[in-house]
């Protein structure tokens, strides 16, 4: 077994156990989960009729940094972003990007972990305190980041189709209530806002950055660029159905005052008498796939402090970030502010890590190699 | 160098993968060691317990005579020196087994009778005779473990002829030879000439037979050992396919399943396990599919086990599983021989002893849902009753817990007509539903419990009191209401569909942690337990394969998971198990039926 710090002299982490199937599933569940949360109303609220082509664009749009994200990991095979960042920029700045990294990572635990549990305390659970509910969830993440990436893999695998069918099956119940007009117009509120829109909801897309940390563990580091494409593709395509499914099945107004539209969405559907709540299957999805985001976040900015810090185990510092999720998510006094911090703050502002830290390393990478050149050539 | 790095090299350093012999910390036989990392095997080679290259030699000396006359004496003896016999006993008994036997019959009469606590143990039997040769007459003595032998063959195949001798004027060489050739029938003479040699061939069903002057003592062999009949699996059993169950006898045991593999490549390895039981046991696989790693591992983990007494199977699974502390099991333990079979021609290895099951590795959770019967019905049928299997598993883990979490927390979830209907049932009920539904599942277990414990003749009464009688005095008396005595039976009956016995336990004790959580969390609870539950599966390995393979991580298999396909499409071995051969057979496996229906056919295309 090689192990993924060994080649920049850091302290060993285990690598190489996990088919691109398991890295795919991970990243897919990683990024479409925001489906079952606030993410409808929000891309409906800042791109209005044009909601559903959000999804579309910004991921063409976020092809500019994936790419160069995958190509720096297929240069530098078994070695994190860290580490490919201290071999070419130094010690200095592979912390205050690692840094970075963790603290946005930290940041999307926080507001998934709170988004849920108080989604789930006001609409199913009304008399369970909010904390017990807050417990349980960054308990059962805490149990699954601490088995390790293998044991994420195989889950994510086992549980990528049941959830993906689910929400999709959920689209397709509500297919009586749909009113295609309301795509239109299909410029939204202008092409200029729109614009602006696709630029800033890339950050949709912003867990991707993940791979950096998860292809470590490839049994084949060359599929890396597979892994990239199979989740932008599957990931766009389930996360634009969504938008687009709440968007036709209910009005304007009423999609950007729900701030769970998926659960509003399940509610609608009424298959006959027996089967008068469809939504306690919703619950069920909708909890399992958060557990997970809030899990891979938790486990990723762990990863990247033990690797900063050149620990031999990141398990420590999981129990220490789950600590850190929970007691924030707590500070936060109510859902609205978890969705503003969430929407306006982390988001947006991650866009600049997006792009800064691949093209930073593919430029240094250039002029790296160029350096090697003349020092080959003068020798 | 600091105290800091001498710790740090302390825990790096890597512990040898050999063992001492007996309990840790007792003093060993000076080369124990080595010969039995090289493996601890019994003599008797159409068992195949040698190592192959030594198997090979042998057969070569076959055919063309041995290089030196008995020179296979001497290595066996000198096996047999450092031989587990030896452990977990004193330092005095260690030194007195390792001596060899001397000239004197009084002497090893005495060294015998004291290893075996005689006369106070009245397990060694003796009896001292006198042969003619000639005009010379020669003492020796006849020594047996009562009930290990066969006492009819003693008396006719061992000690009349031996007595006959006496009578007739036939001339024999007097030496352990010479007598063996001339009176001794059994194929299966060896000689000792050391007492541990000699210890383990009495305690092995040997009757030995020392004479007076000779260093080297006949063993003839006498086994004999009481068992049970060949009988149906109890908790195995099925309509089609073979009925013959494991018993309690190796032996037998090994015959059963040699009887569906009529293959050399079948080997059965003889190990010993535990220093004062030396339990033995058989590694039993399919040379030339098995994957020697595997079996490599087997031996280790077996070798390993540093425990006085090891006897039944099961006892010994907990020793050599990944996790042991796990509920669910790391190894499959079957009471079917037809099972061990098809389990070793995929690759797997089993391990064979005088207990009614055999245990077999690696193994996934999908074979402990699969029941032999799965391959002799159609498949579409096996499939089918695959899928009531796994409905009854999760009616065992969820339907009590959903019982709760509905009544307690979601009551709109539930039909407006049935809601009704609960809600009057429960209106007369003083306990809340988890209280309820606890005392209905823990009545159910005692009734289990109790049910397994009393007389077979008084078993089924006990049933019908608990379900019957108690159930309907429970609901007439206003503890419970009667859907719970429905969902209590569901779940208990659907207990009985798993069929594996200890997934079964597992299922059991896990549904009692869903009703405590979904009297917390409600649904929400349900599906935080079923991902810990989940991961904790996904985490779990039998003999370093995931016990979700090949499904997760996904590995190429044979239609043979989830659903069962046709026997003649499963042209490969399972993955997991890394087989040597992978392919199992052609991909056109059967003869084509429709062409030669077309040409039978009066006025067919082909006629």
């Known amino acids: 077994m090689t192990h993924s710090s060994d080649r920049a002299g850091l302290p060993a982490i285990p690598d190489g156990h996990l088919d691109w199937l398991e890295v795919t599933a991970v990243l897919i569940l990683f990024t479409t989960s925001k489906g079952f949360l606030t993410f409808e109303e929000r891309v409906a609220r800042a791109a209005q009729t044009a909601a559903w082509s959000v999804p579309v664009f910004s991921a063409l749009l976020s092809v500019a940094w994936l790419w160069p994200l995958v190509a720096v990991l297929r240069a530098h095979p078994r070695m994190n972003l860290i580490d490919i960042t201290e071999r070419l920029a130094g010690r200095v700045v592979a912390i205050l990007l690692g840094l970075a990294f963790s603290v946005y990572m930290i940041g999307v635990a926080v ?47 086992f549980v990528v189709v049941p959830l993906t069918a689910a929400l999709l099956i959920l689209a397709a119940l509500t297919i009586p209530t749909w009113e295609i007009k309301r795509v239109f117009p299909l410029l939204g509120p202008g092409a200029l806002e729109l614009s602006k829109t696709y630029f800033i909801r890339q950050a949709m897309f912003g867990e991707m950055l993940g791979l950096g940390f998860i292809c470590v563990y490839l049994r084949k580091p060359e599929q890396t660029g597979k892994v990239a494409r199979w989740t932008a593709v599957l990931s766009t395509l389930v996360l634009a159905v969504t938008v687009f499914t709440t968007q036709v099945s209910m009005p304007y107004p009423t999609l950007v005052r729900q701030t769970v539209p998926y659960l509003r969405l399940a509610r609608l559907i009424y298959l006959n008498r027996f089967f008068q709540r469809v939504d306690a299957l919703f619950v069920a999805v909708w909890l399992g796939d958060g557990i997970m985001k809030t899990a891979i976040a938790a486990y990723t900015a762990s990863l990247a402090m033990a690797t900063i810090l050149r620990l031999r185990t990141y398990k420590p510092l999981l129990v220490a970030t789950a600590v850190v999720v929970g007691v924030t998510a707590h500070m936060i006094p109510s859902q609205a502010e978890t969705i503003v911090l969430n929407f306006d703050i982390v988001r947006p502002y991650s866009v600049i890590l997006l792009y800064l830290w691949p093209w930073l390393l593919v430029l240094l990478g250039i002029v790296r190699r160029g350096q090697e050149s003349a020092e080959a050539a003068t020798r | 160098m600091s105290i800091v790095s001498w710790l740090k090299r302390l825990l790096a350093r890597k512990r040898p993968r050999t063992f001492t012999l007996g309990k840790r910390g007792k003093p060993g036989i000076p080369g124990a060691r080595e010969d039995v990392v090289a493996g601890r095997h019994e003599e008797r080679p159409p068992y195949g317990t040698r ?148 210890v383990h061939g009495l305690l092995t069903g040997q009757a030995v037979v020392v004479i007076d002057g000779e260093a080297k003592a006949i063993m003839a062999d006498q086994r004999s050992m009481e068992h049970r009949a060949v009988d149906e699996s109890p908790t195995e059993a099925v309509v089609r396919g073979p009925h013959s169950g494991f018993v309690e006898n190796m032996y037998a045991n090994l015959t059963l399943v040699r009887s569906q593999i009529n293959s050399p490549d079948l080997v059965f390895e003889r190990v010993y396990i535990g220093a004062r039981g030396q339990t033995p046991l058989t590694i039993a696989y399919i040379e030339g599919i098995v994957n020697p790693k595997l079996v490599e591992e087997a031996r280790r983990r077996l070798g390993a086990i540093s425990t006085d007494i090891a006897a039944p199977n099961a006892l010994q699974a907990r020793f050599i599983e990944d996790d042991p502390l796990s509920p ?113 599942e823990g009545a159910f277990e005692l009734l289990r419990e109790a049910g397994l414990r009393v007389p077979t003749l008084v078993g089924p009464t006990i049933g019908i009191v608990g379900a019957v009688i108690l159930g309907q005095a429970a609901v007439q008396a206003r503890v419970v209401s009667p859907v719970l005595v429905i969902v209590v039976a569901l779940s208990g009956l659907s207990s009985f569909a798993i069929p594996n016995y200890d997934l079964g336990l597992a299922a059991r004790l896990a549904r009692f942690l869903m009703i405590a959580v979904a009297s917390i969390l409600g649904i929400p609870g349900l599906t935080i337990t079923t991902i810990v539950l989940l991961v904790y599966v996904f985490s779990l390995r039998s003999f370093g394969v995931p016990i979700t393979a090949p499904l997760v991580p996904a590995w190429p298999h044979a239609p043979d998971i989830l659903s069962t396909g046709p026997v003649w499409m499963m042209r490969y071995r399972p993955s997991q198990v890394r087989p040597l051969d992978r392919e199992r057979q052609p991909a056109k496996a059967r003869a084509s039926v429709s062409f030669a229906r077309r040409r039978r056919t009066p006025g067919g295309k082909h006629q």
């Not at chain 2, 699969?370 to 065992?396: C, I, K, M, Q």
Request: glycine share 6%.
């Open chain 1, 111 to 157: 507001t998934d972990t709170d988004e849920i549990s108080h989604a789930l305390n006001a609409s199913v659970m009304p008399r369970t305190p909010h904390t017990v509910v807050l417990i349980a969830i960054l308990a059962a993440a805490l149990y699954l980041s601490l088995k390790g990436t293998e044991v994420i893999g195989r889950f994510s695998l």
């Open chain 2, 328 to 440: 669910v099991p790391g190894v499959l333990l079957t009471e079917r021989p037809d099972r061990v079979a098809s389990m070793l021609a995929e690759g797997h290895v089993a391990l064979v002893d005088n207990a009614p099951s055999a245990t077999v590795f690696p193994m996934t959770i999908w074979d402990l849902m699969h029941s032999p019967e799965d391959y002799y019905v159609n498949p579409f049928v096996a499939t089918f009753v695959r899928g009531v299997r796994w409905l009854a598993l999760l009616a065992v883990l969820y339907s009590s817990a959903i019982y709760v979490s509905l009544v307690t927390f979601h009551p709109e979830m539930i039909p407006t007509e049935l809601l009704f209907s609960i809600a009057a049932s429960r209106e007369t009920i003083p306990f809340p539903a988890v209280v309820e539904v606890l005392l209905m």
């Open chain 2, 51 to 198: 190592r192959s290259e030594e198997m090979g030699q042998e057969a070569w000396e076959a055919t063309t005579g041995p290089s030196e006359q008995n020179s296979w004496v001497l290595p066996e003896n000198r096996q047999y020196l450092t031989h587990s016999t030896l452990g977990g006993m004193s330092r005095e008994k260690r030194d007195l087994l390792s001596r060899e036997i001397g000239r004197s019959l009084d002497e090893t009469a005495r060294t015998l009778m004291a290893i075996f606590h005689a006369p106070r143990n009245i397990s060694l039997v003796h009896r001292l005779f006198e042969i003619k040769s000639g005009s010379a007459k020669v003492r020796c003595a006849l020594f047996y473990v009562e009930g290990v032998v066969d006492g009819t063959s003693i008396r006719t195949s061992l000690l009349k002829p031996l007595l006959d001798l006496n009578t007739g004027n036939k001339s024999f060489q007097v030496s352990a030879e010479g007598l063996a050739g001339a009176t001794i029938p059994e194929s299966q003479v060896r000689f000792a000439t050391t007492y541990a040699h000699l």
